[in-house]
């Protein structure tokens, strides 16, 4: 059934020495039609211009600053402040396109049972990536279902239900939220329209940090095959 008036999205940033990028980031959210109700950015910890950067969006954007926690508790505690009946999350050095949260409140009010919506994502080479860099790499511009926090517009209460993102290693925070969730009924829908891209870029966690990366993912499908056994067990 349809909704007569449109869901109240709060978006959620969270960046940590992103001045490079985290104005692009922002303004991709402030062109959304209609906009969103609020836009909470959590500078974490950061050394560089970052917070003046997003400070300068003021009032359209809410600014929140704490000690470098990582990006779970960052978006944890914009998560606390946030007001909206649906949240959105977009990491500081990434974008969206146009459409993003029209096409998907649509898809949430026109479908109470559902959870949250995604939408498929490409990647980018950042403009300012070295070229001698950039011939290294081999970017895939096409669209693939975007399995990600910035493809993603989640009801409120499912959030609530699911609990936040800190409770999983630092650089795995989503998989370990998405593998907590679907442990947990998240019933979700993916659209076909593209609605994030994804900045390569010299600093990306995934690329500076593989070993942690590659170490929290195996803790992600540990804890997540011992809550199956768990659940096997209880049925036995």
Known sequence: MMHDQPLTISVLVACWN??????E??????????????????????????AAVMASFAPRVTLLRQSNQGVAAALDAAAARAS?????FLDADDLWLPGKLARQSAA???DPALDGVFGHMSCFASPDLPEAERATLRIDASA????????LLLRRAAFDRIGGFGRGPRAADFIAWYARAAALGFHWRM???TV??????QANM??????????????VMRDSLVRRRAVQDRGA
């Open 18 to 23: 992103g001045e490079r990028y985290v104005a």
């Open 25 to 50: 980031a922002l303004e991709s959210i402030l062109r959304q039609e209609p906009p969103p109700g609020e836009v909470i950015a959590v500078d974490d910890g950061s050394t560089d211009a970052s």
């Open 84 to 88: 909206g009946e649906a949240i959105a």
């Open 108 to 110: 949430l009010a026109a």
């Open 144 to 151: 693939v279902p975007g399995l990600v926090k910035g493809a």
């Open 191 to 193: 659209l076909p329209e």
């Open 196 to 201: 994030c891209l994804r900045r390569i870029h």
């Open 206 to 219: 995934s690329r500076s940090n593989r070993p942690q990366q590659h170490a929290d993912y195996l803790q």
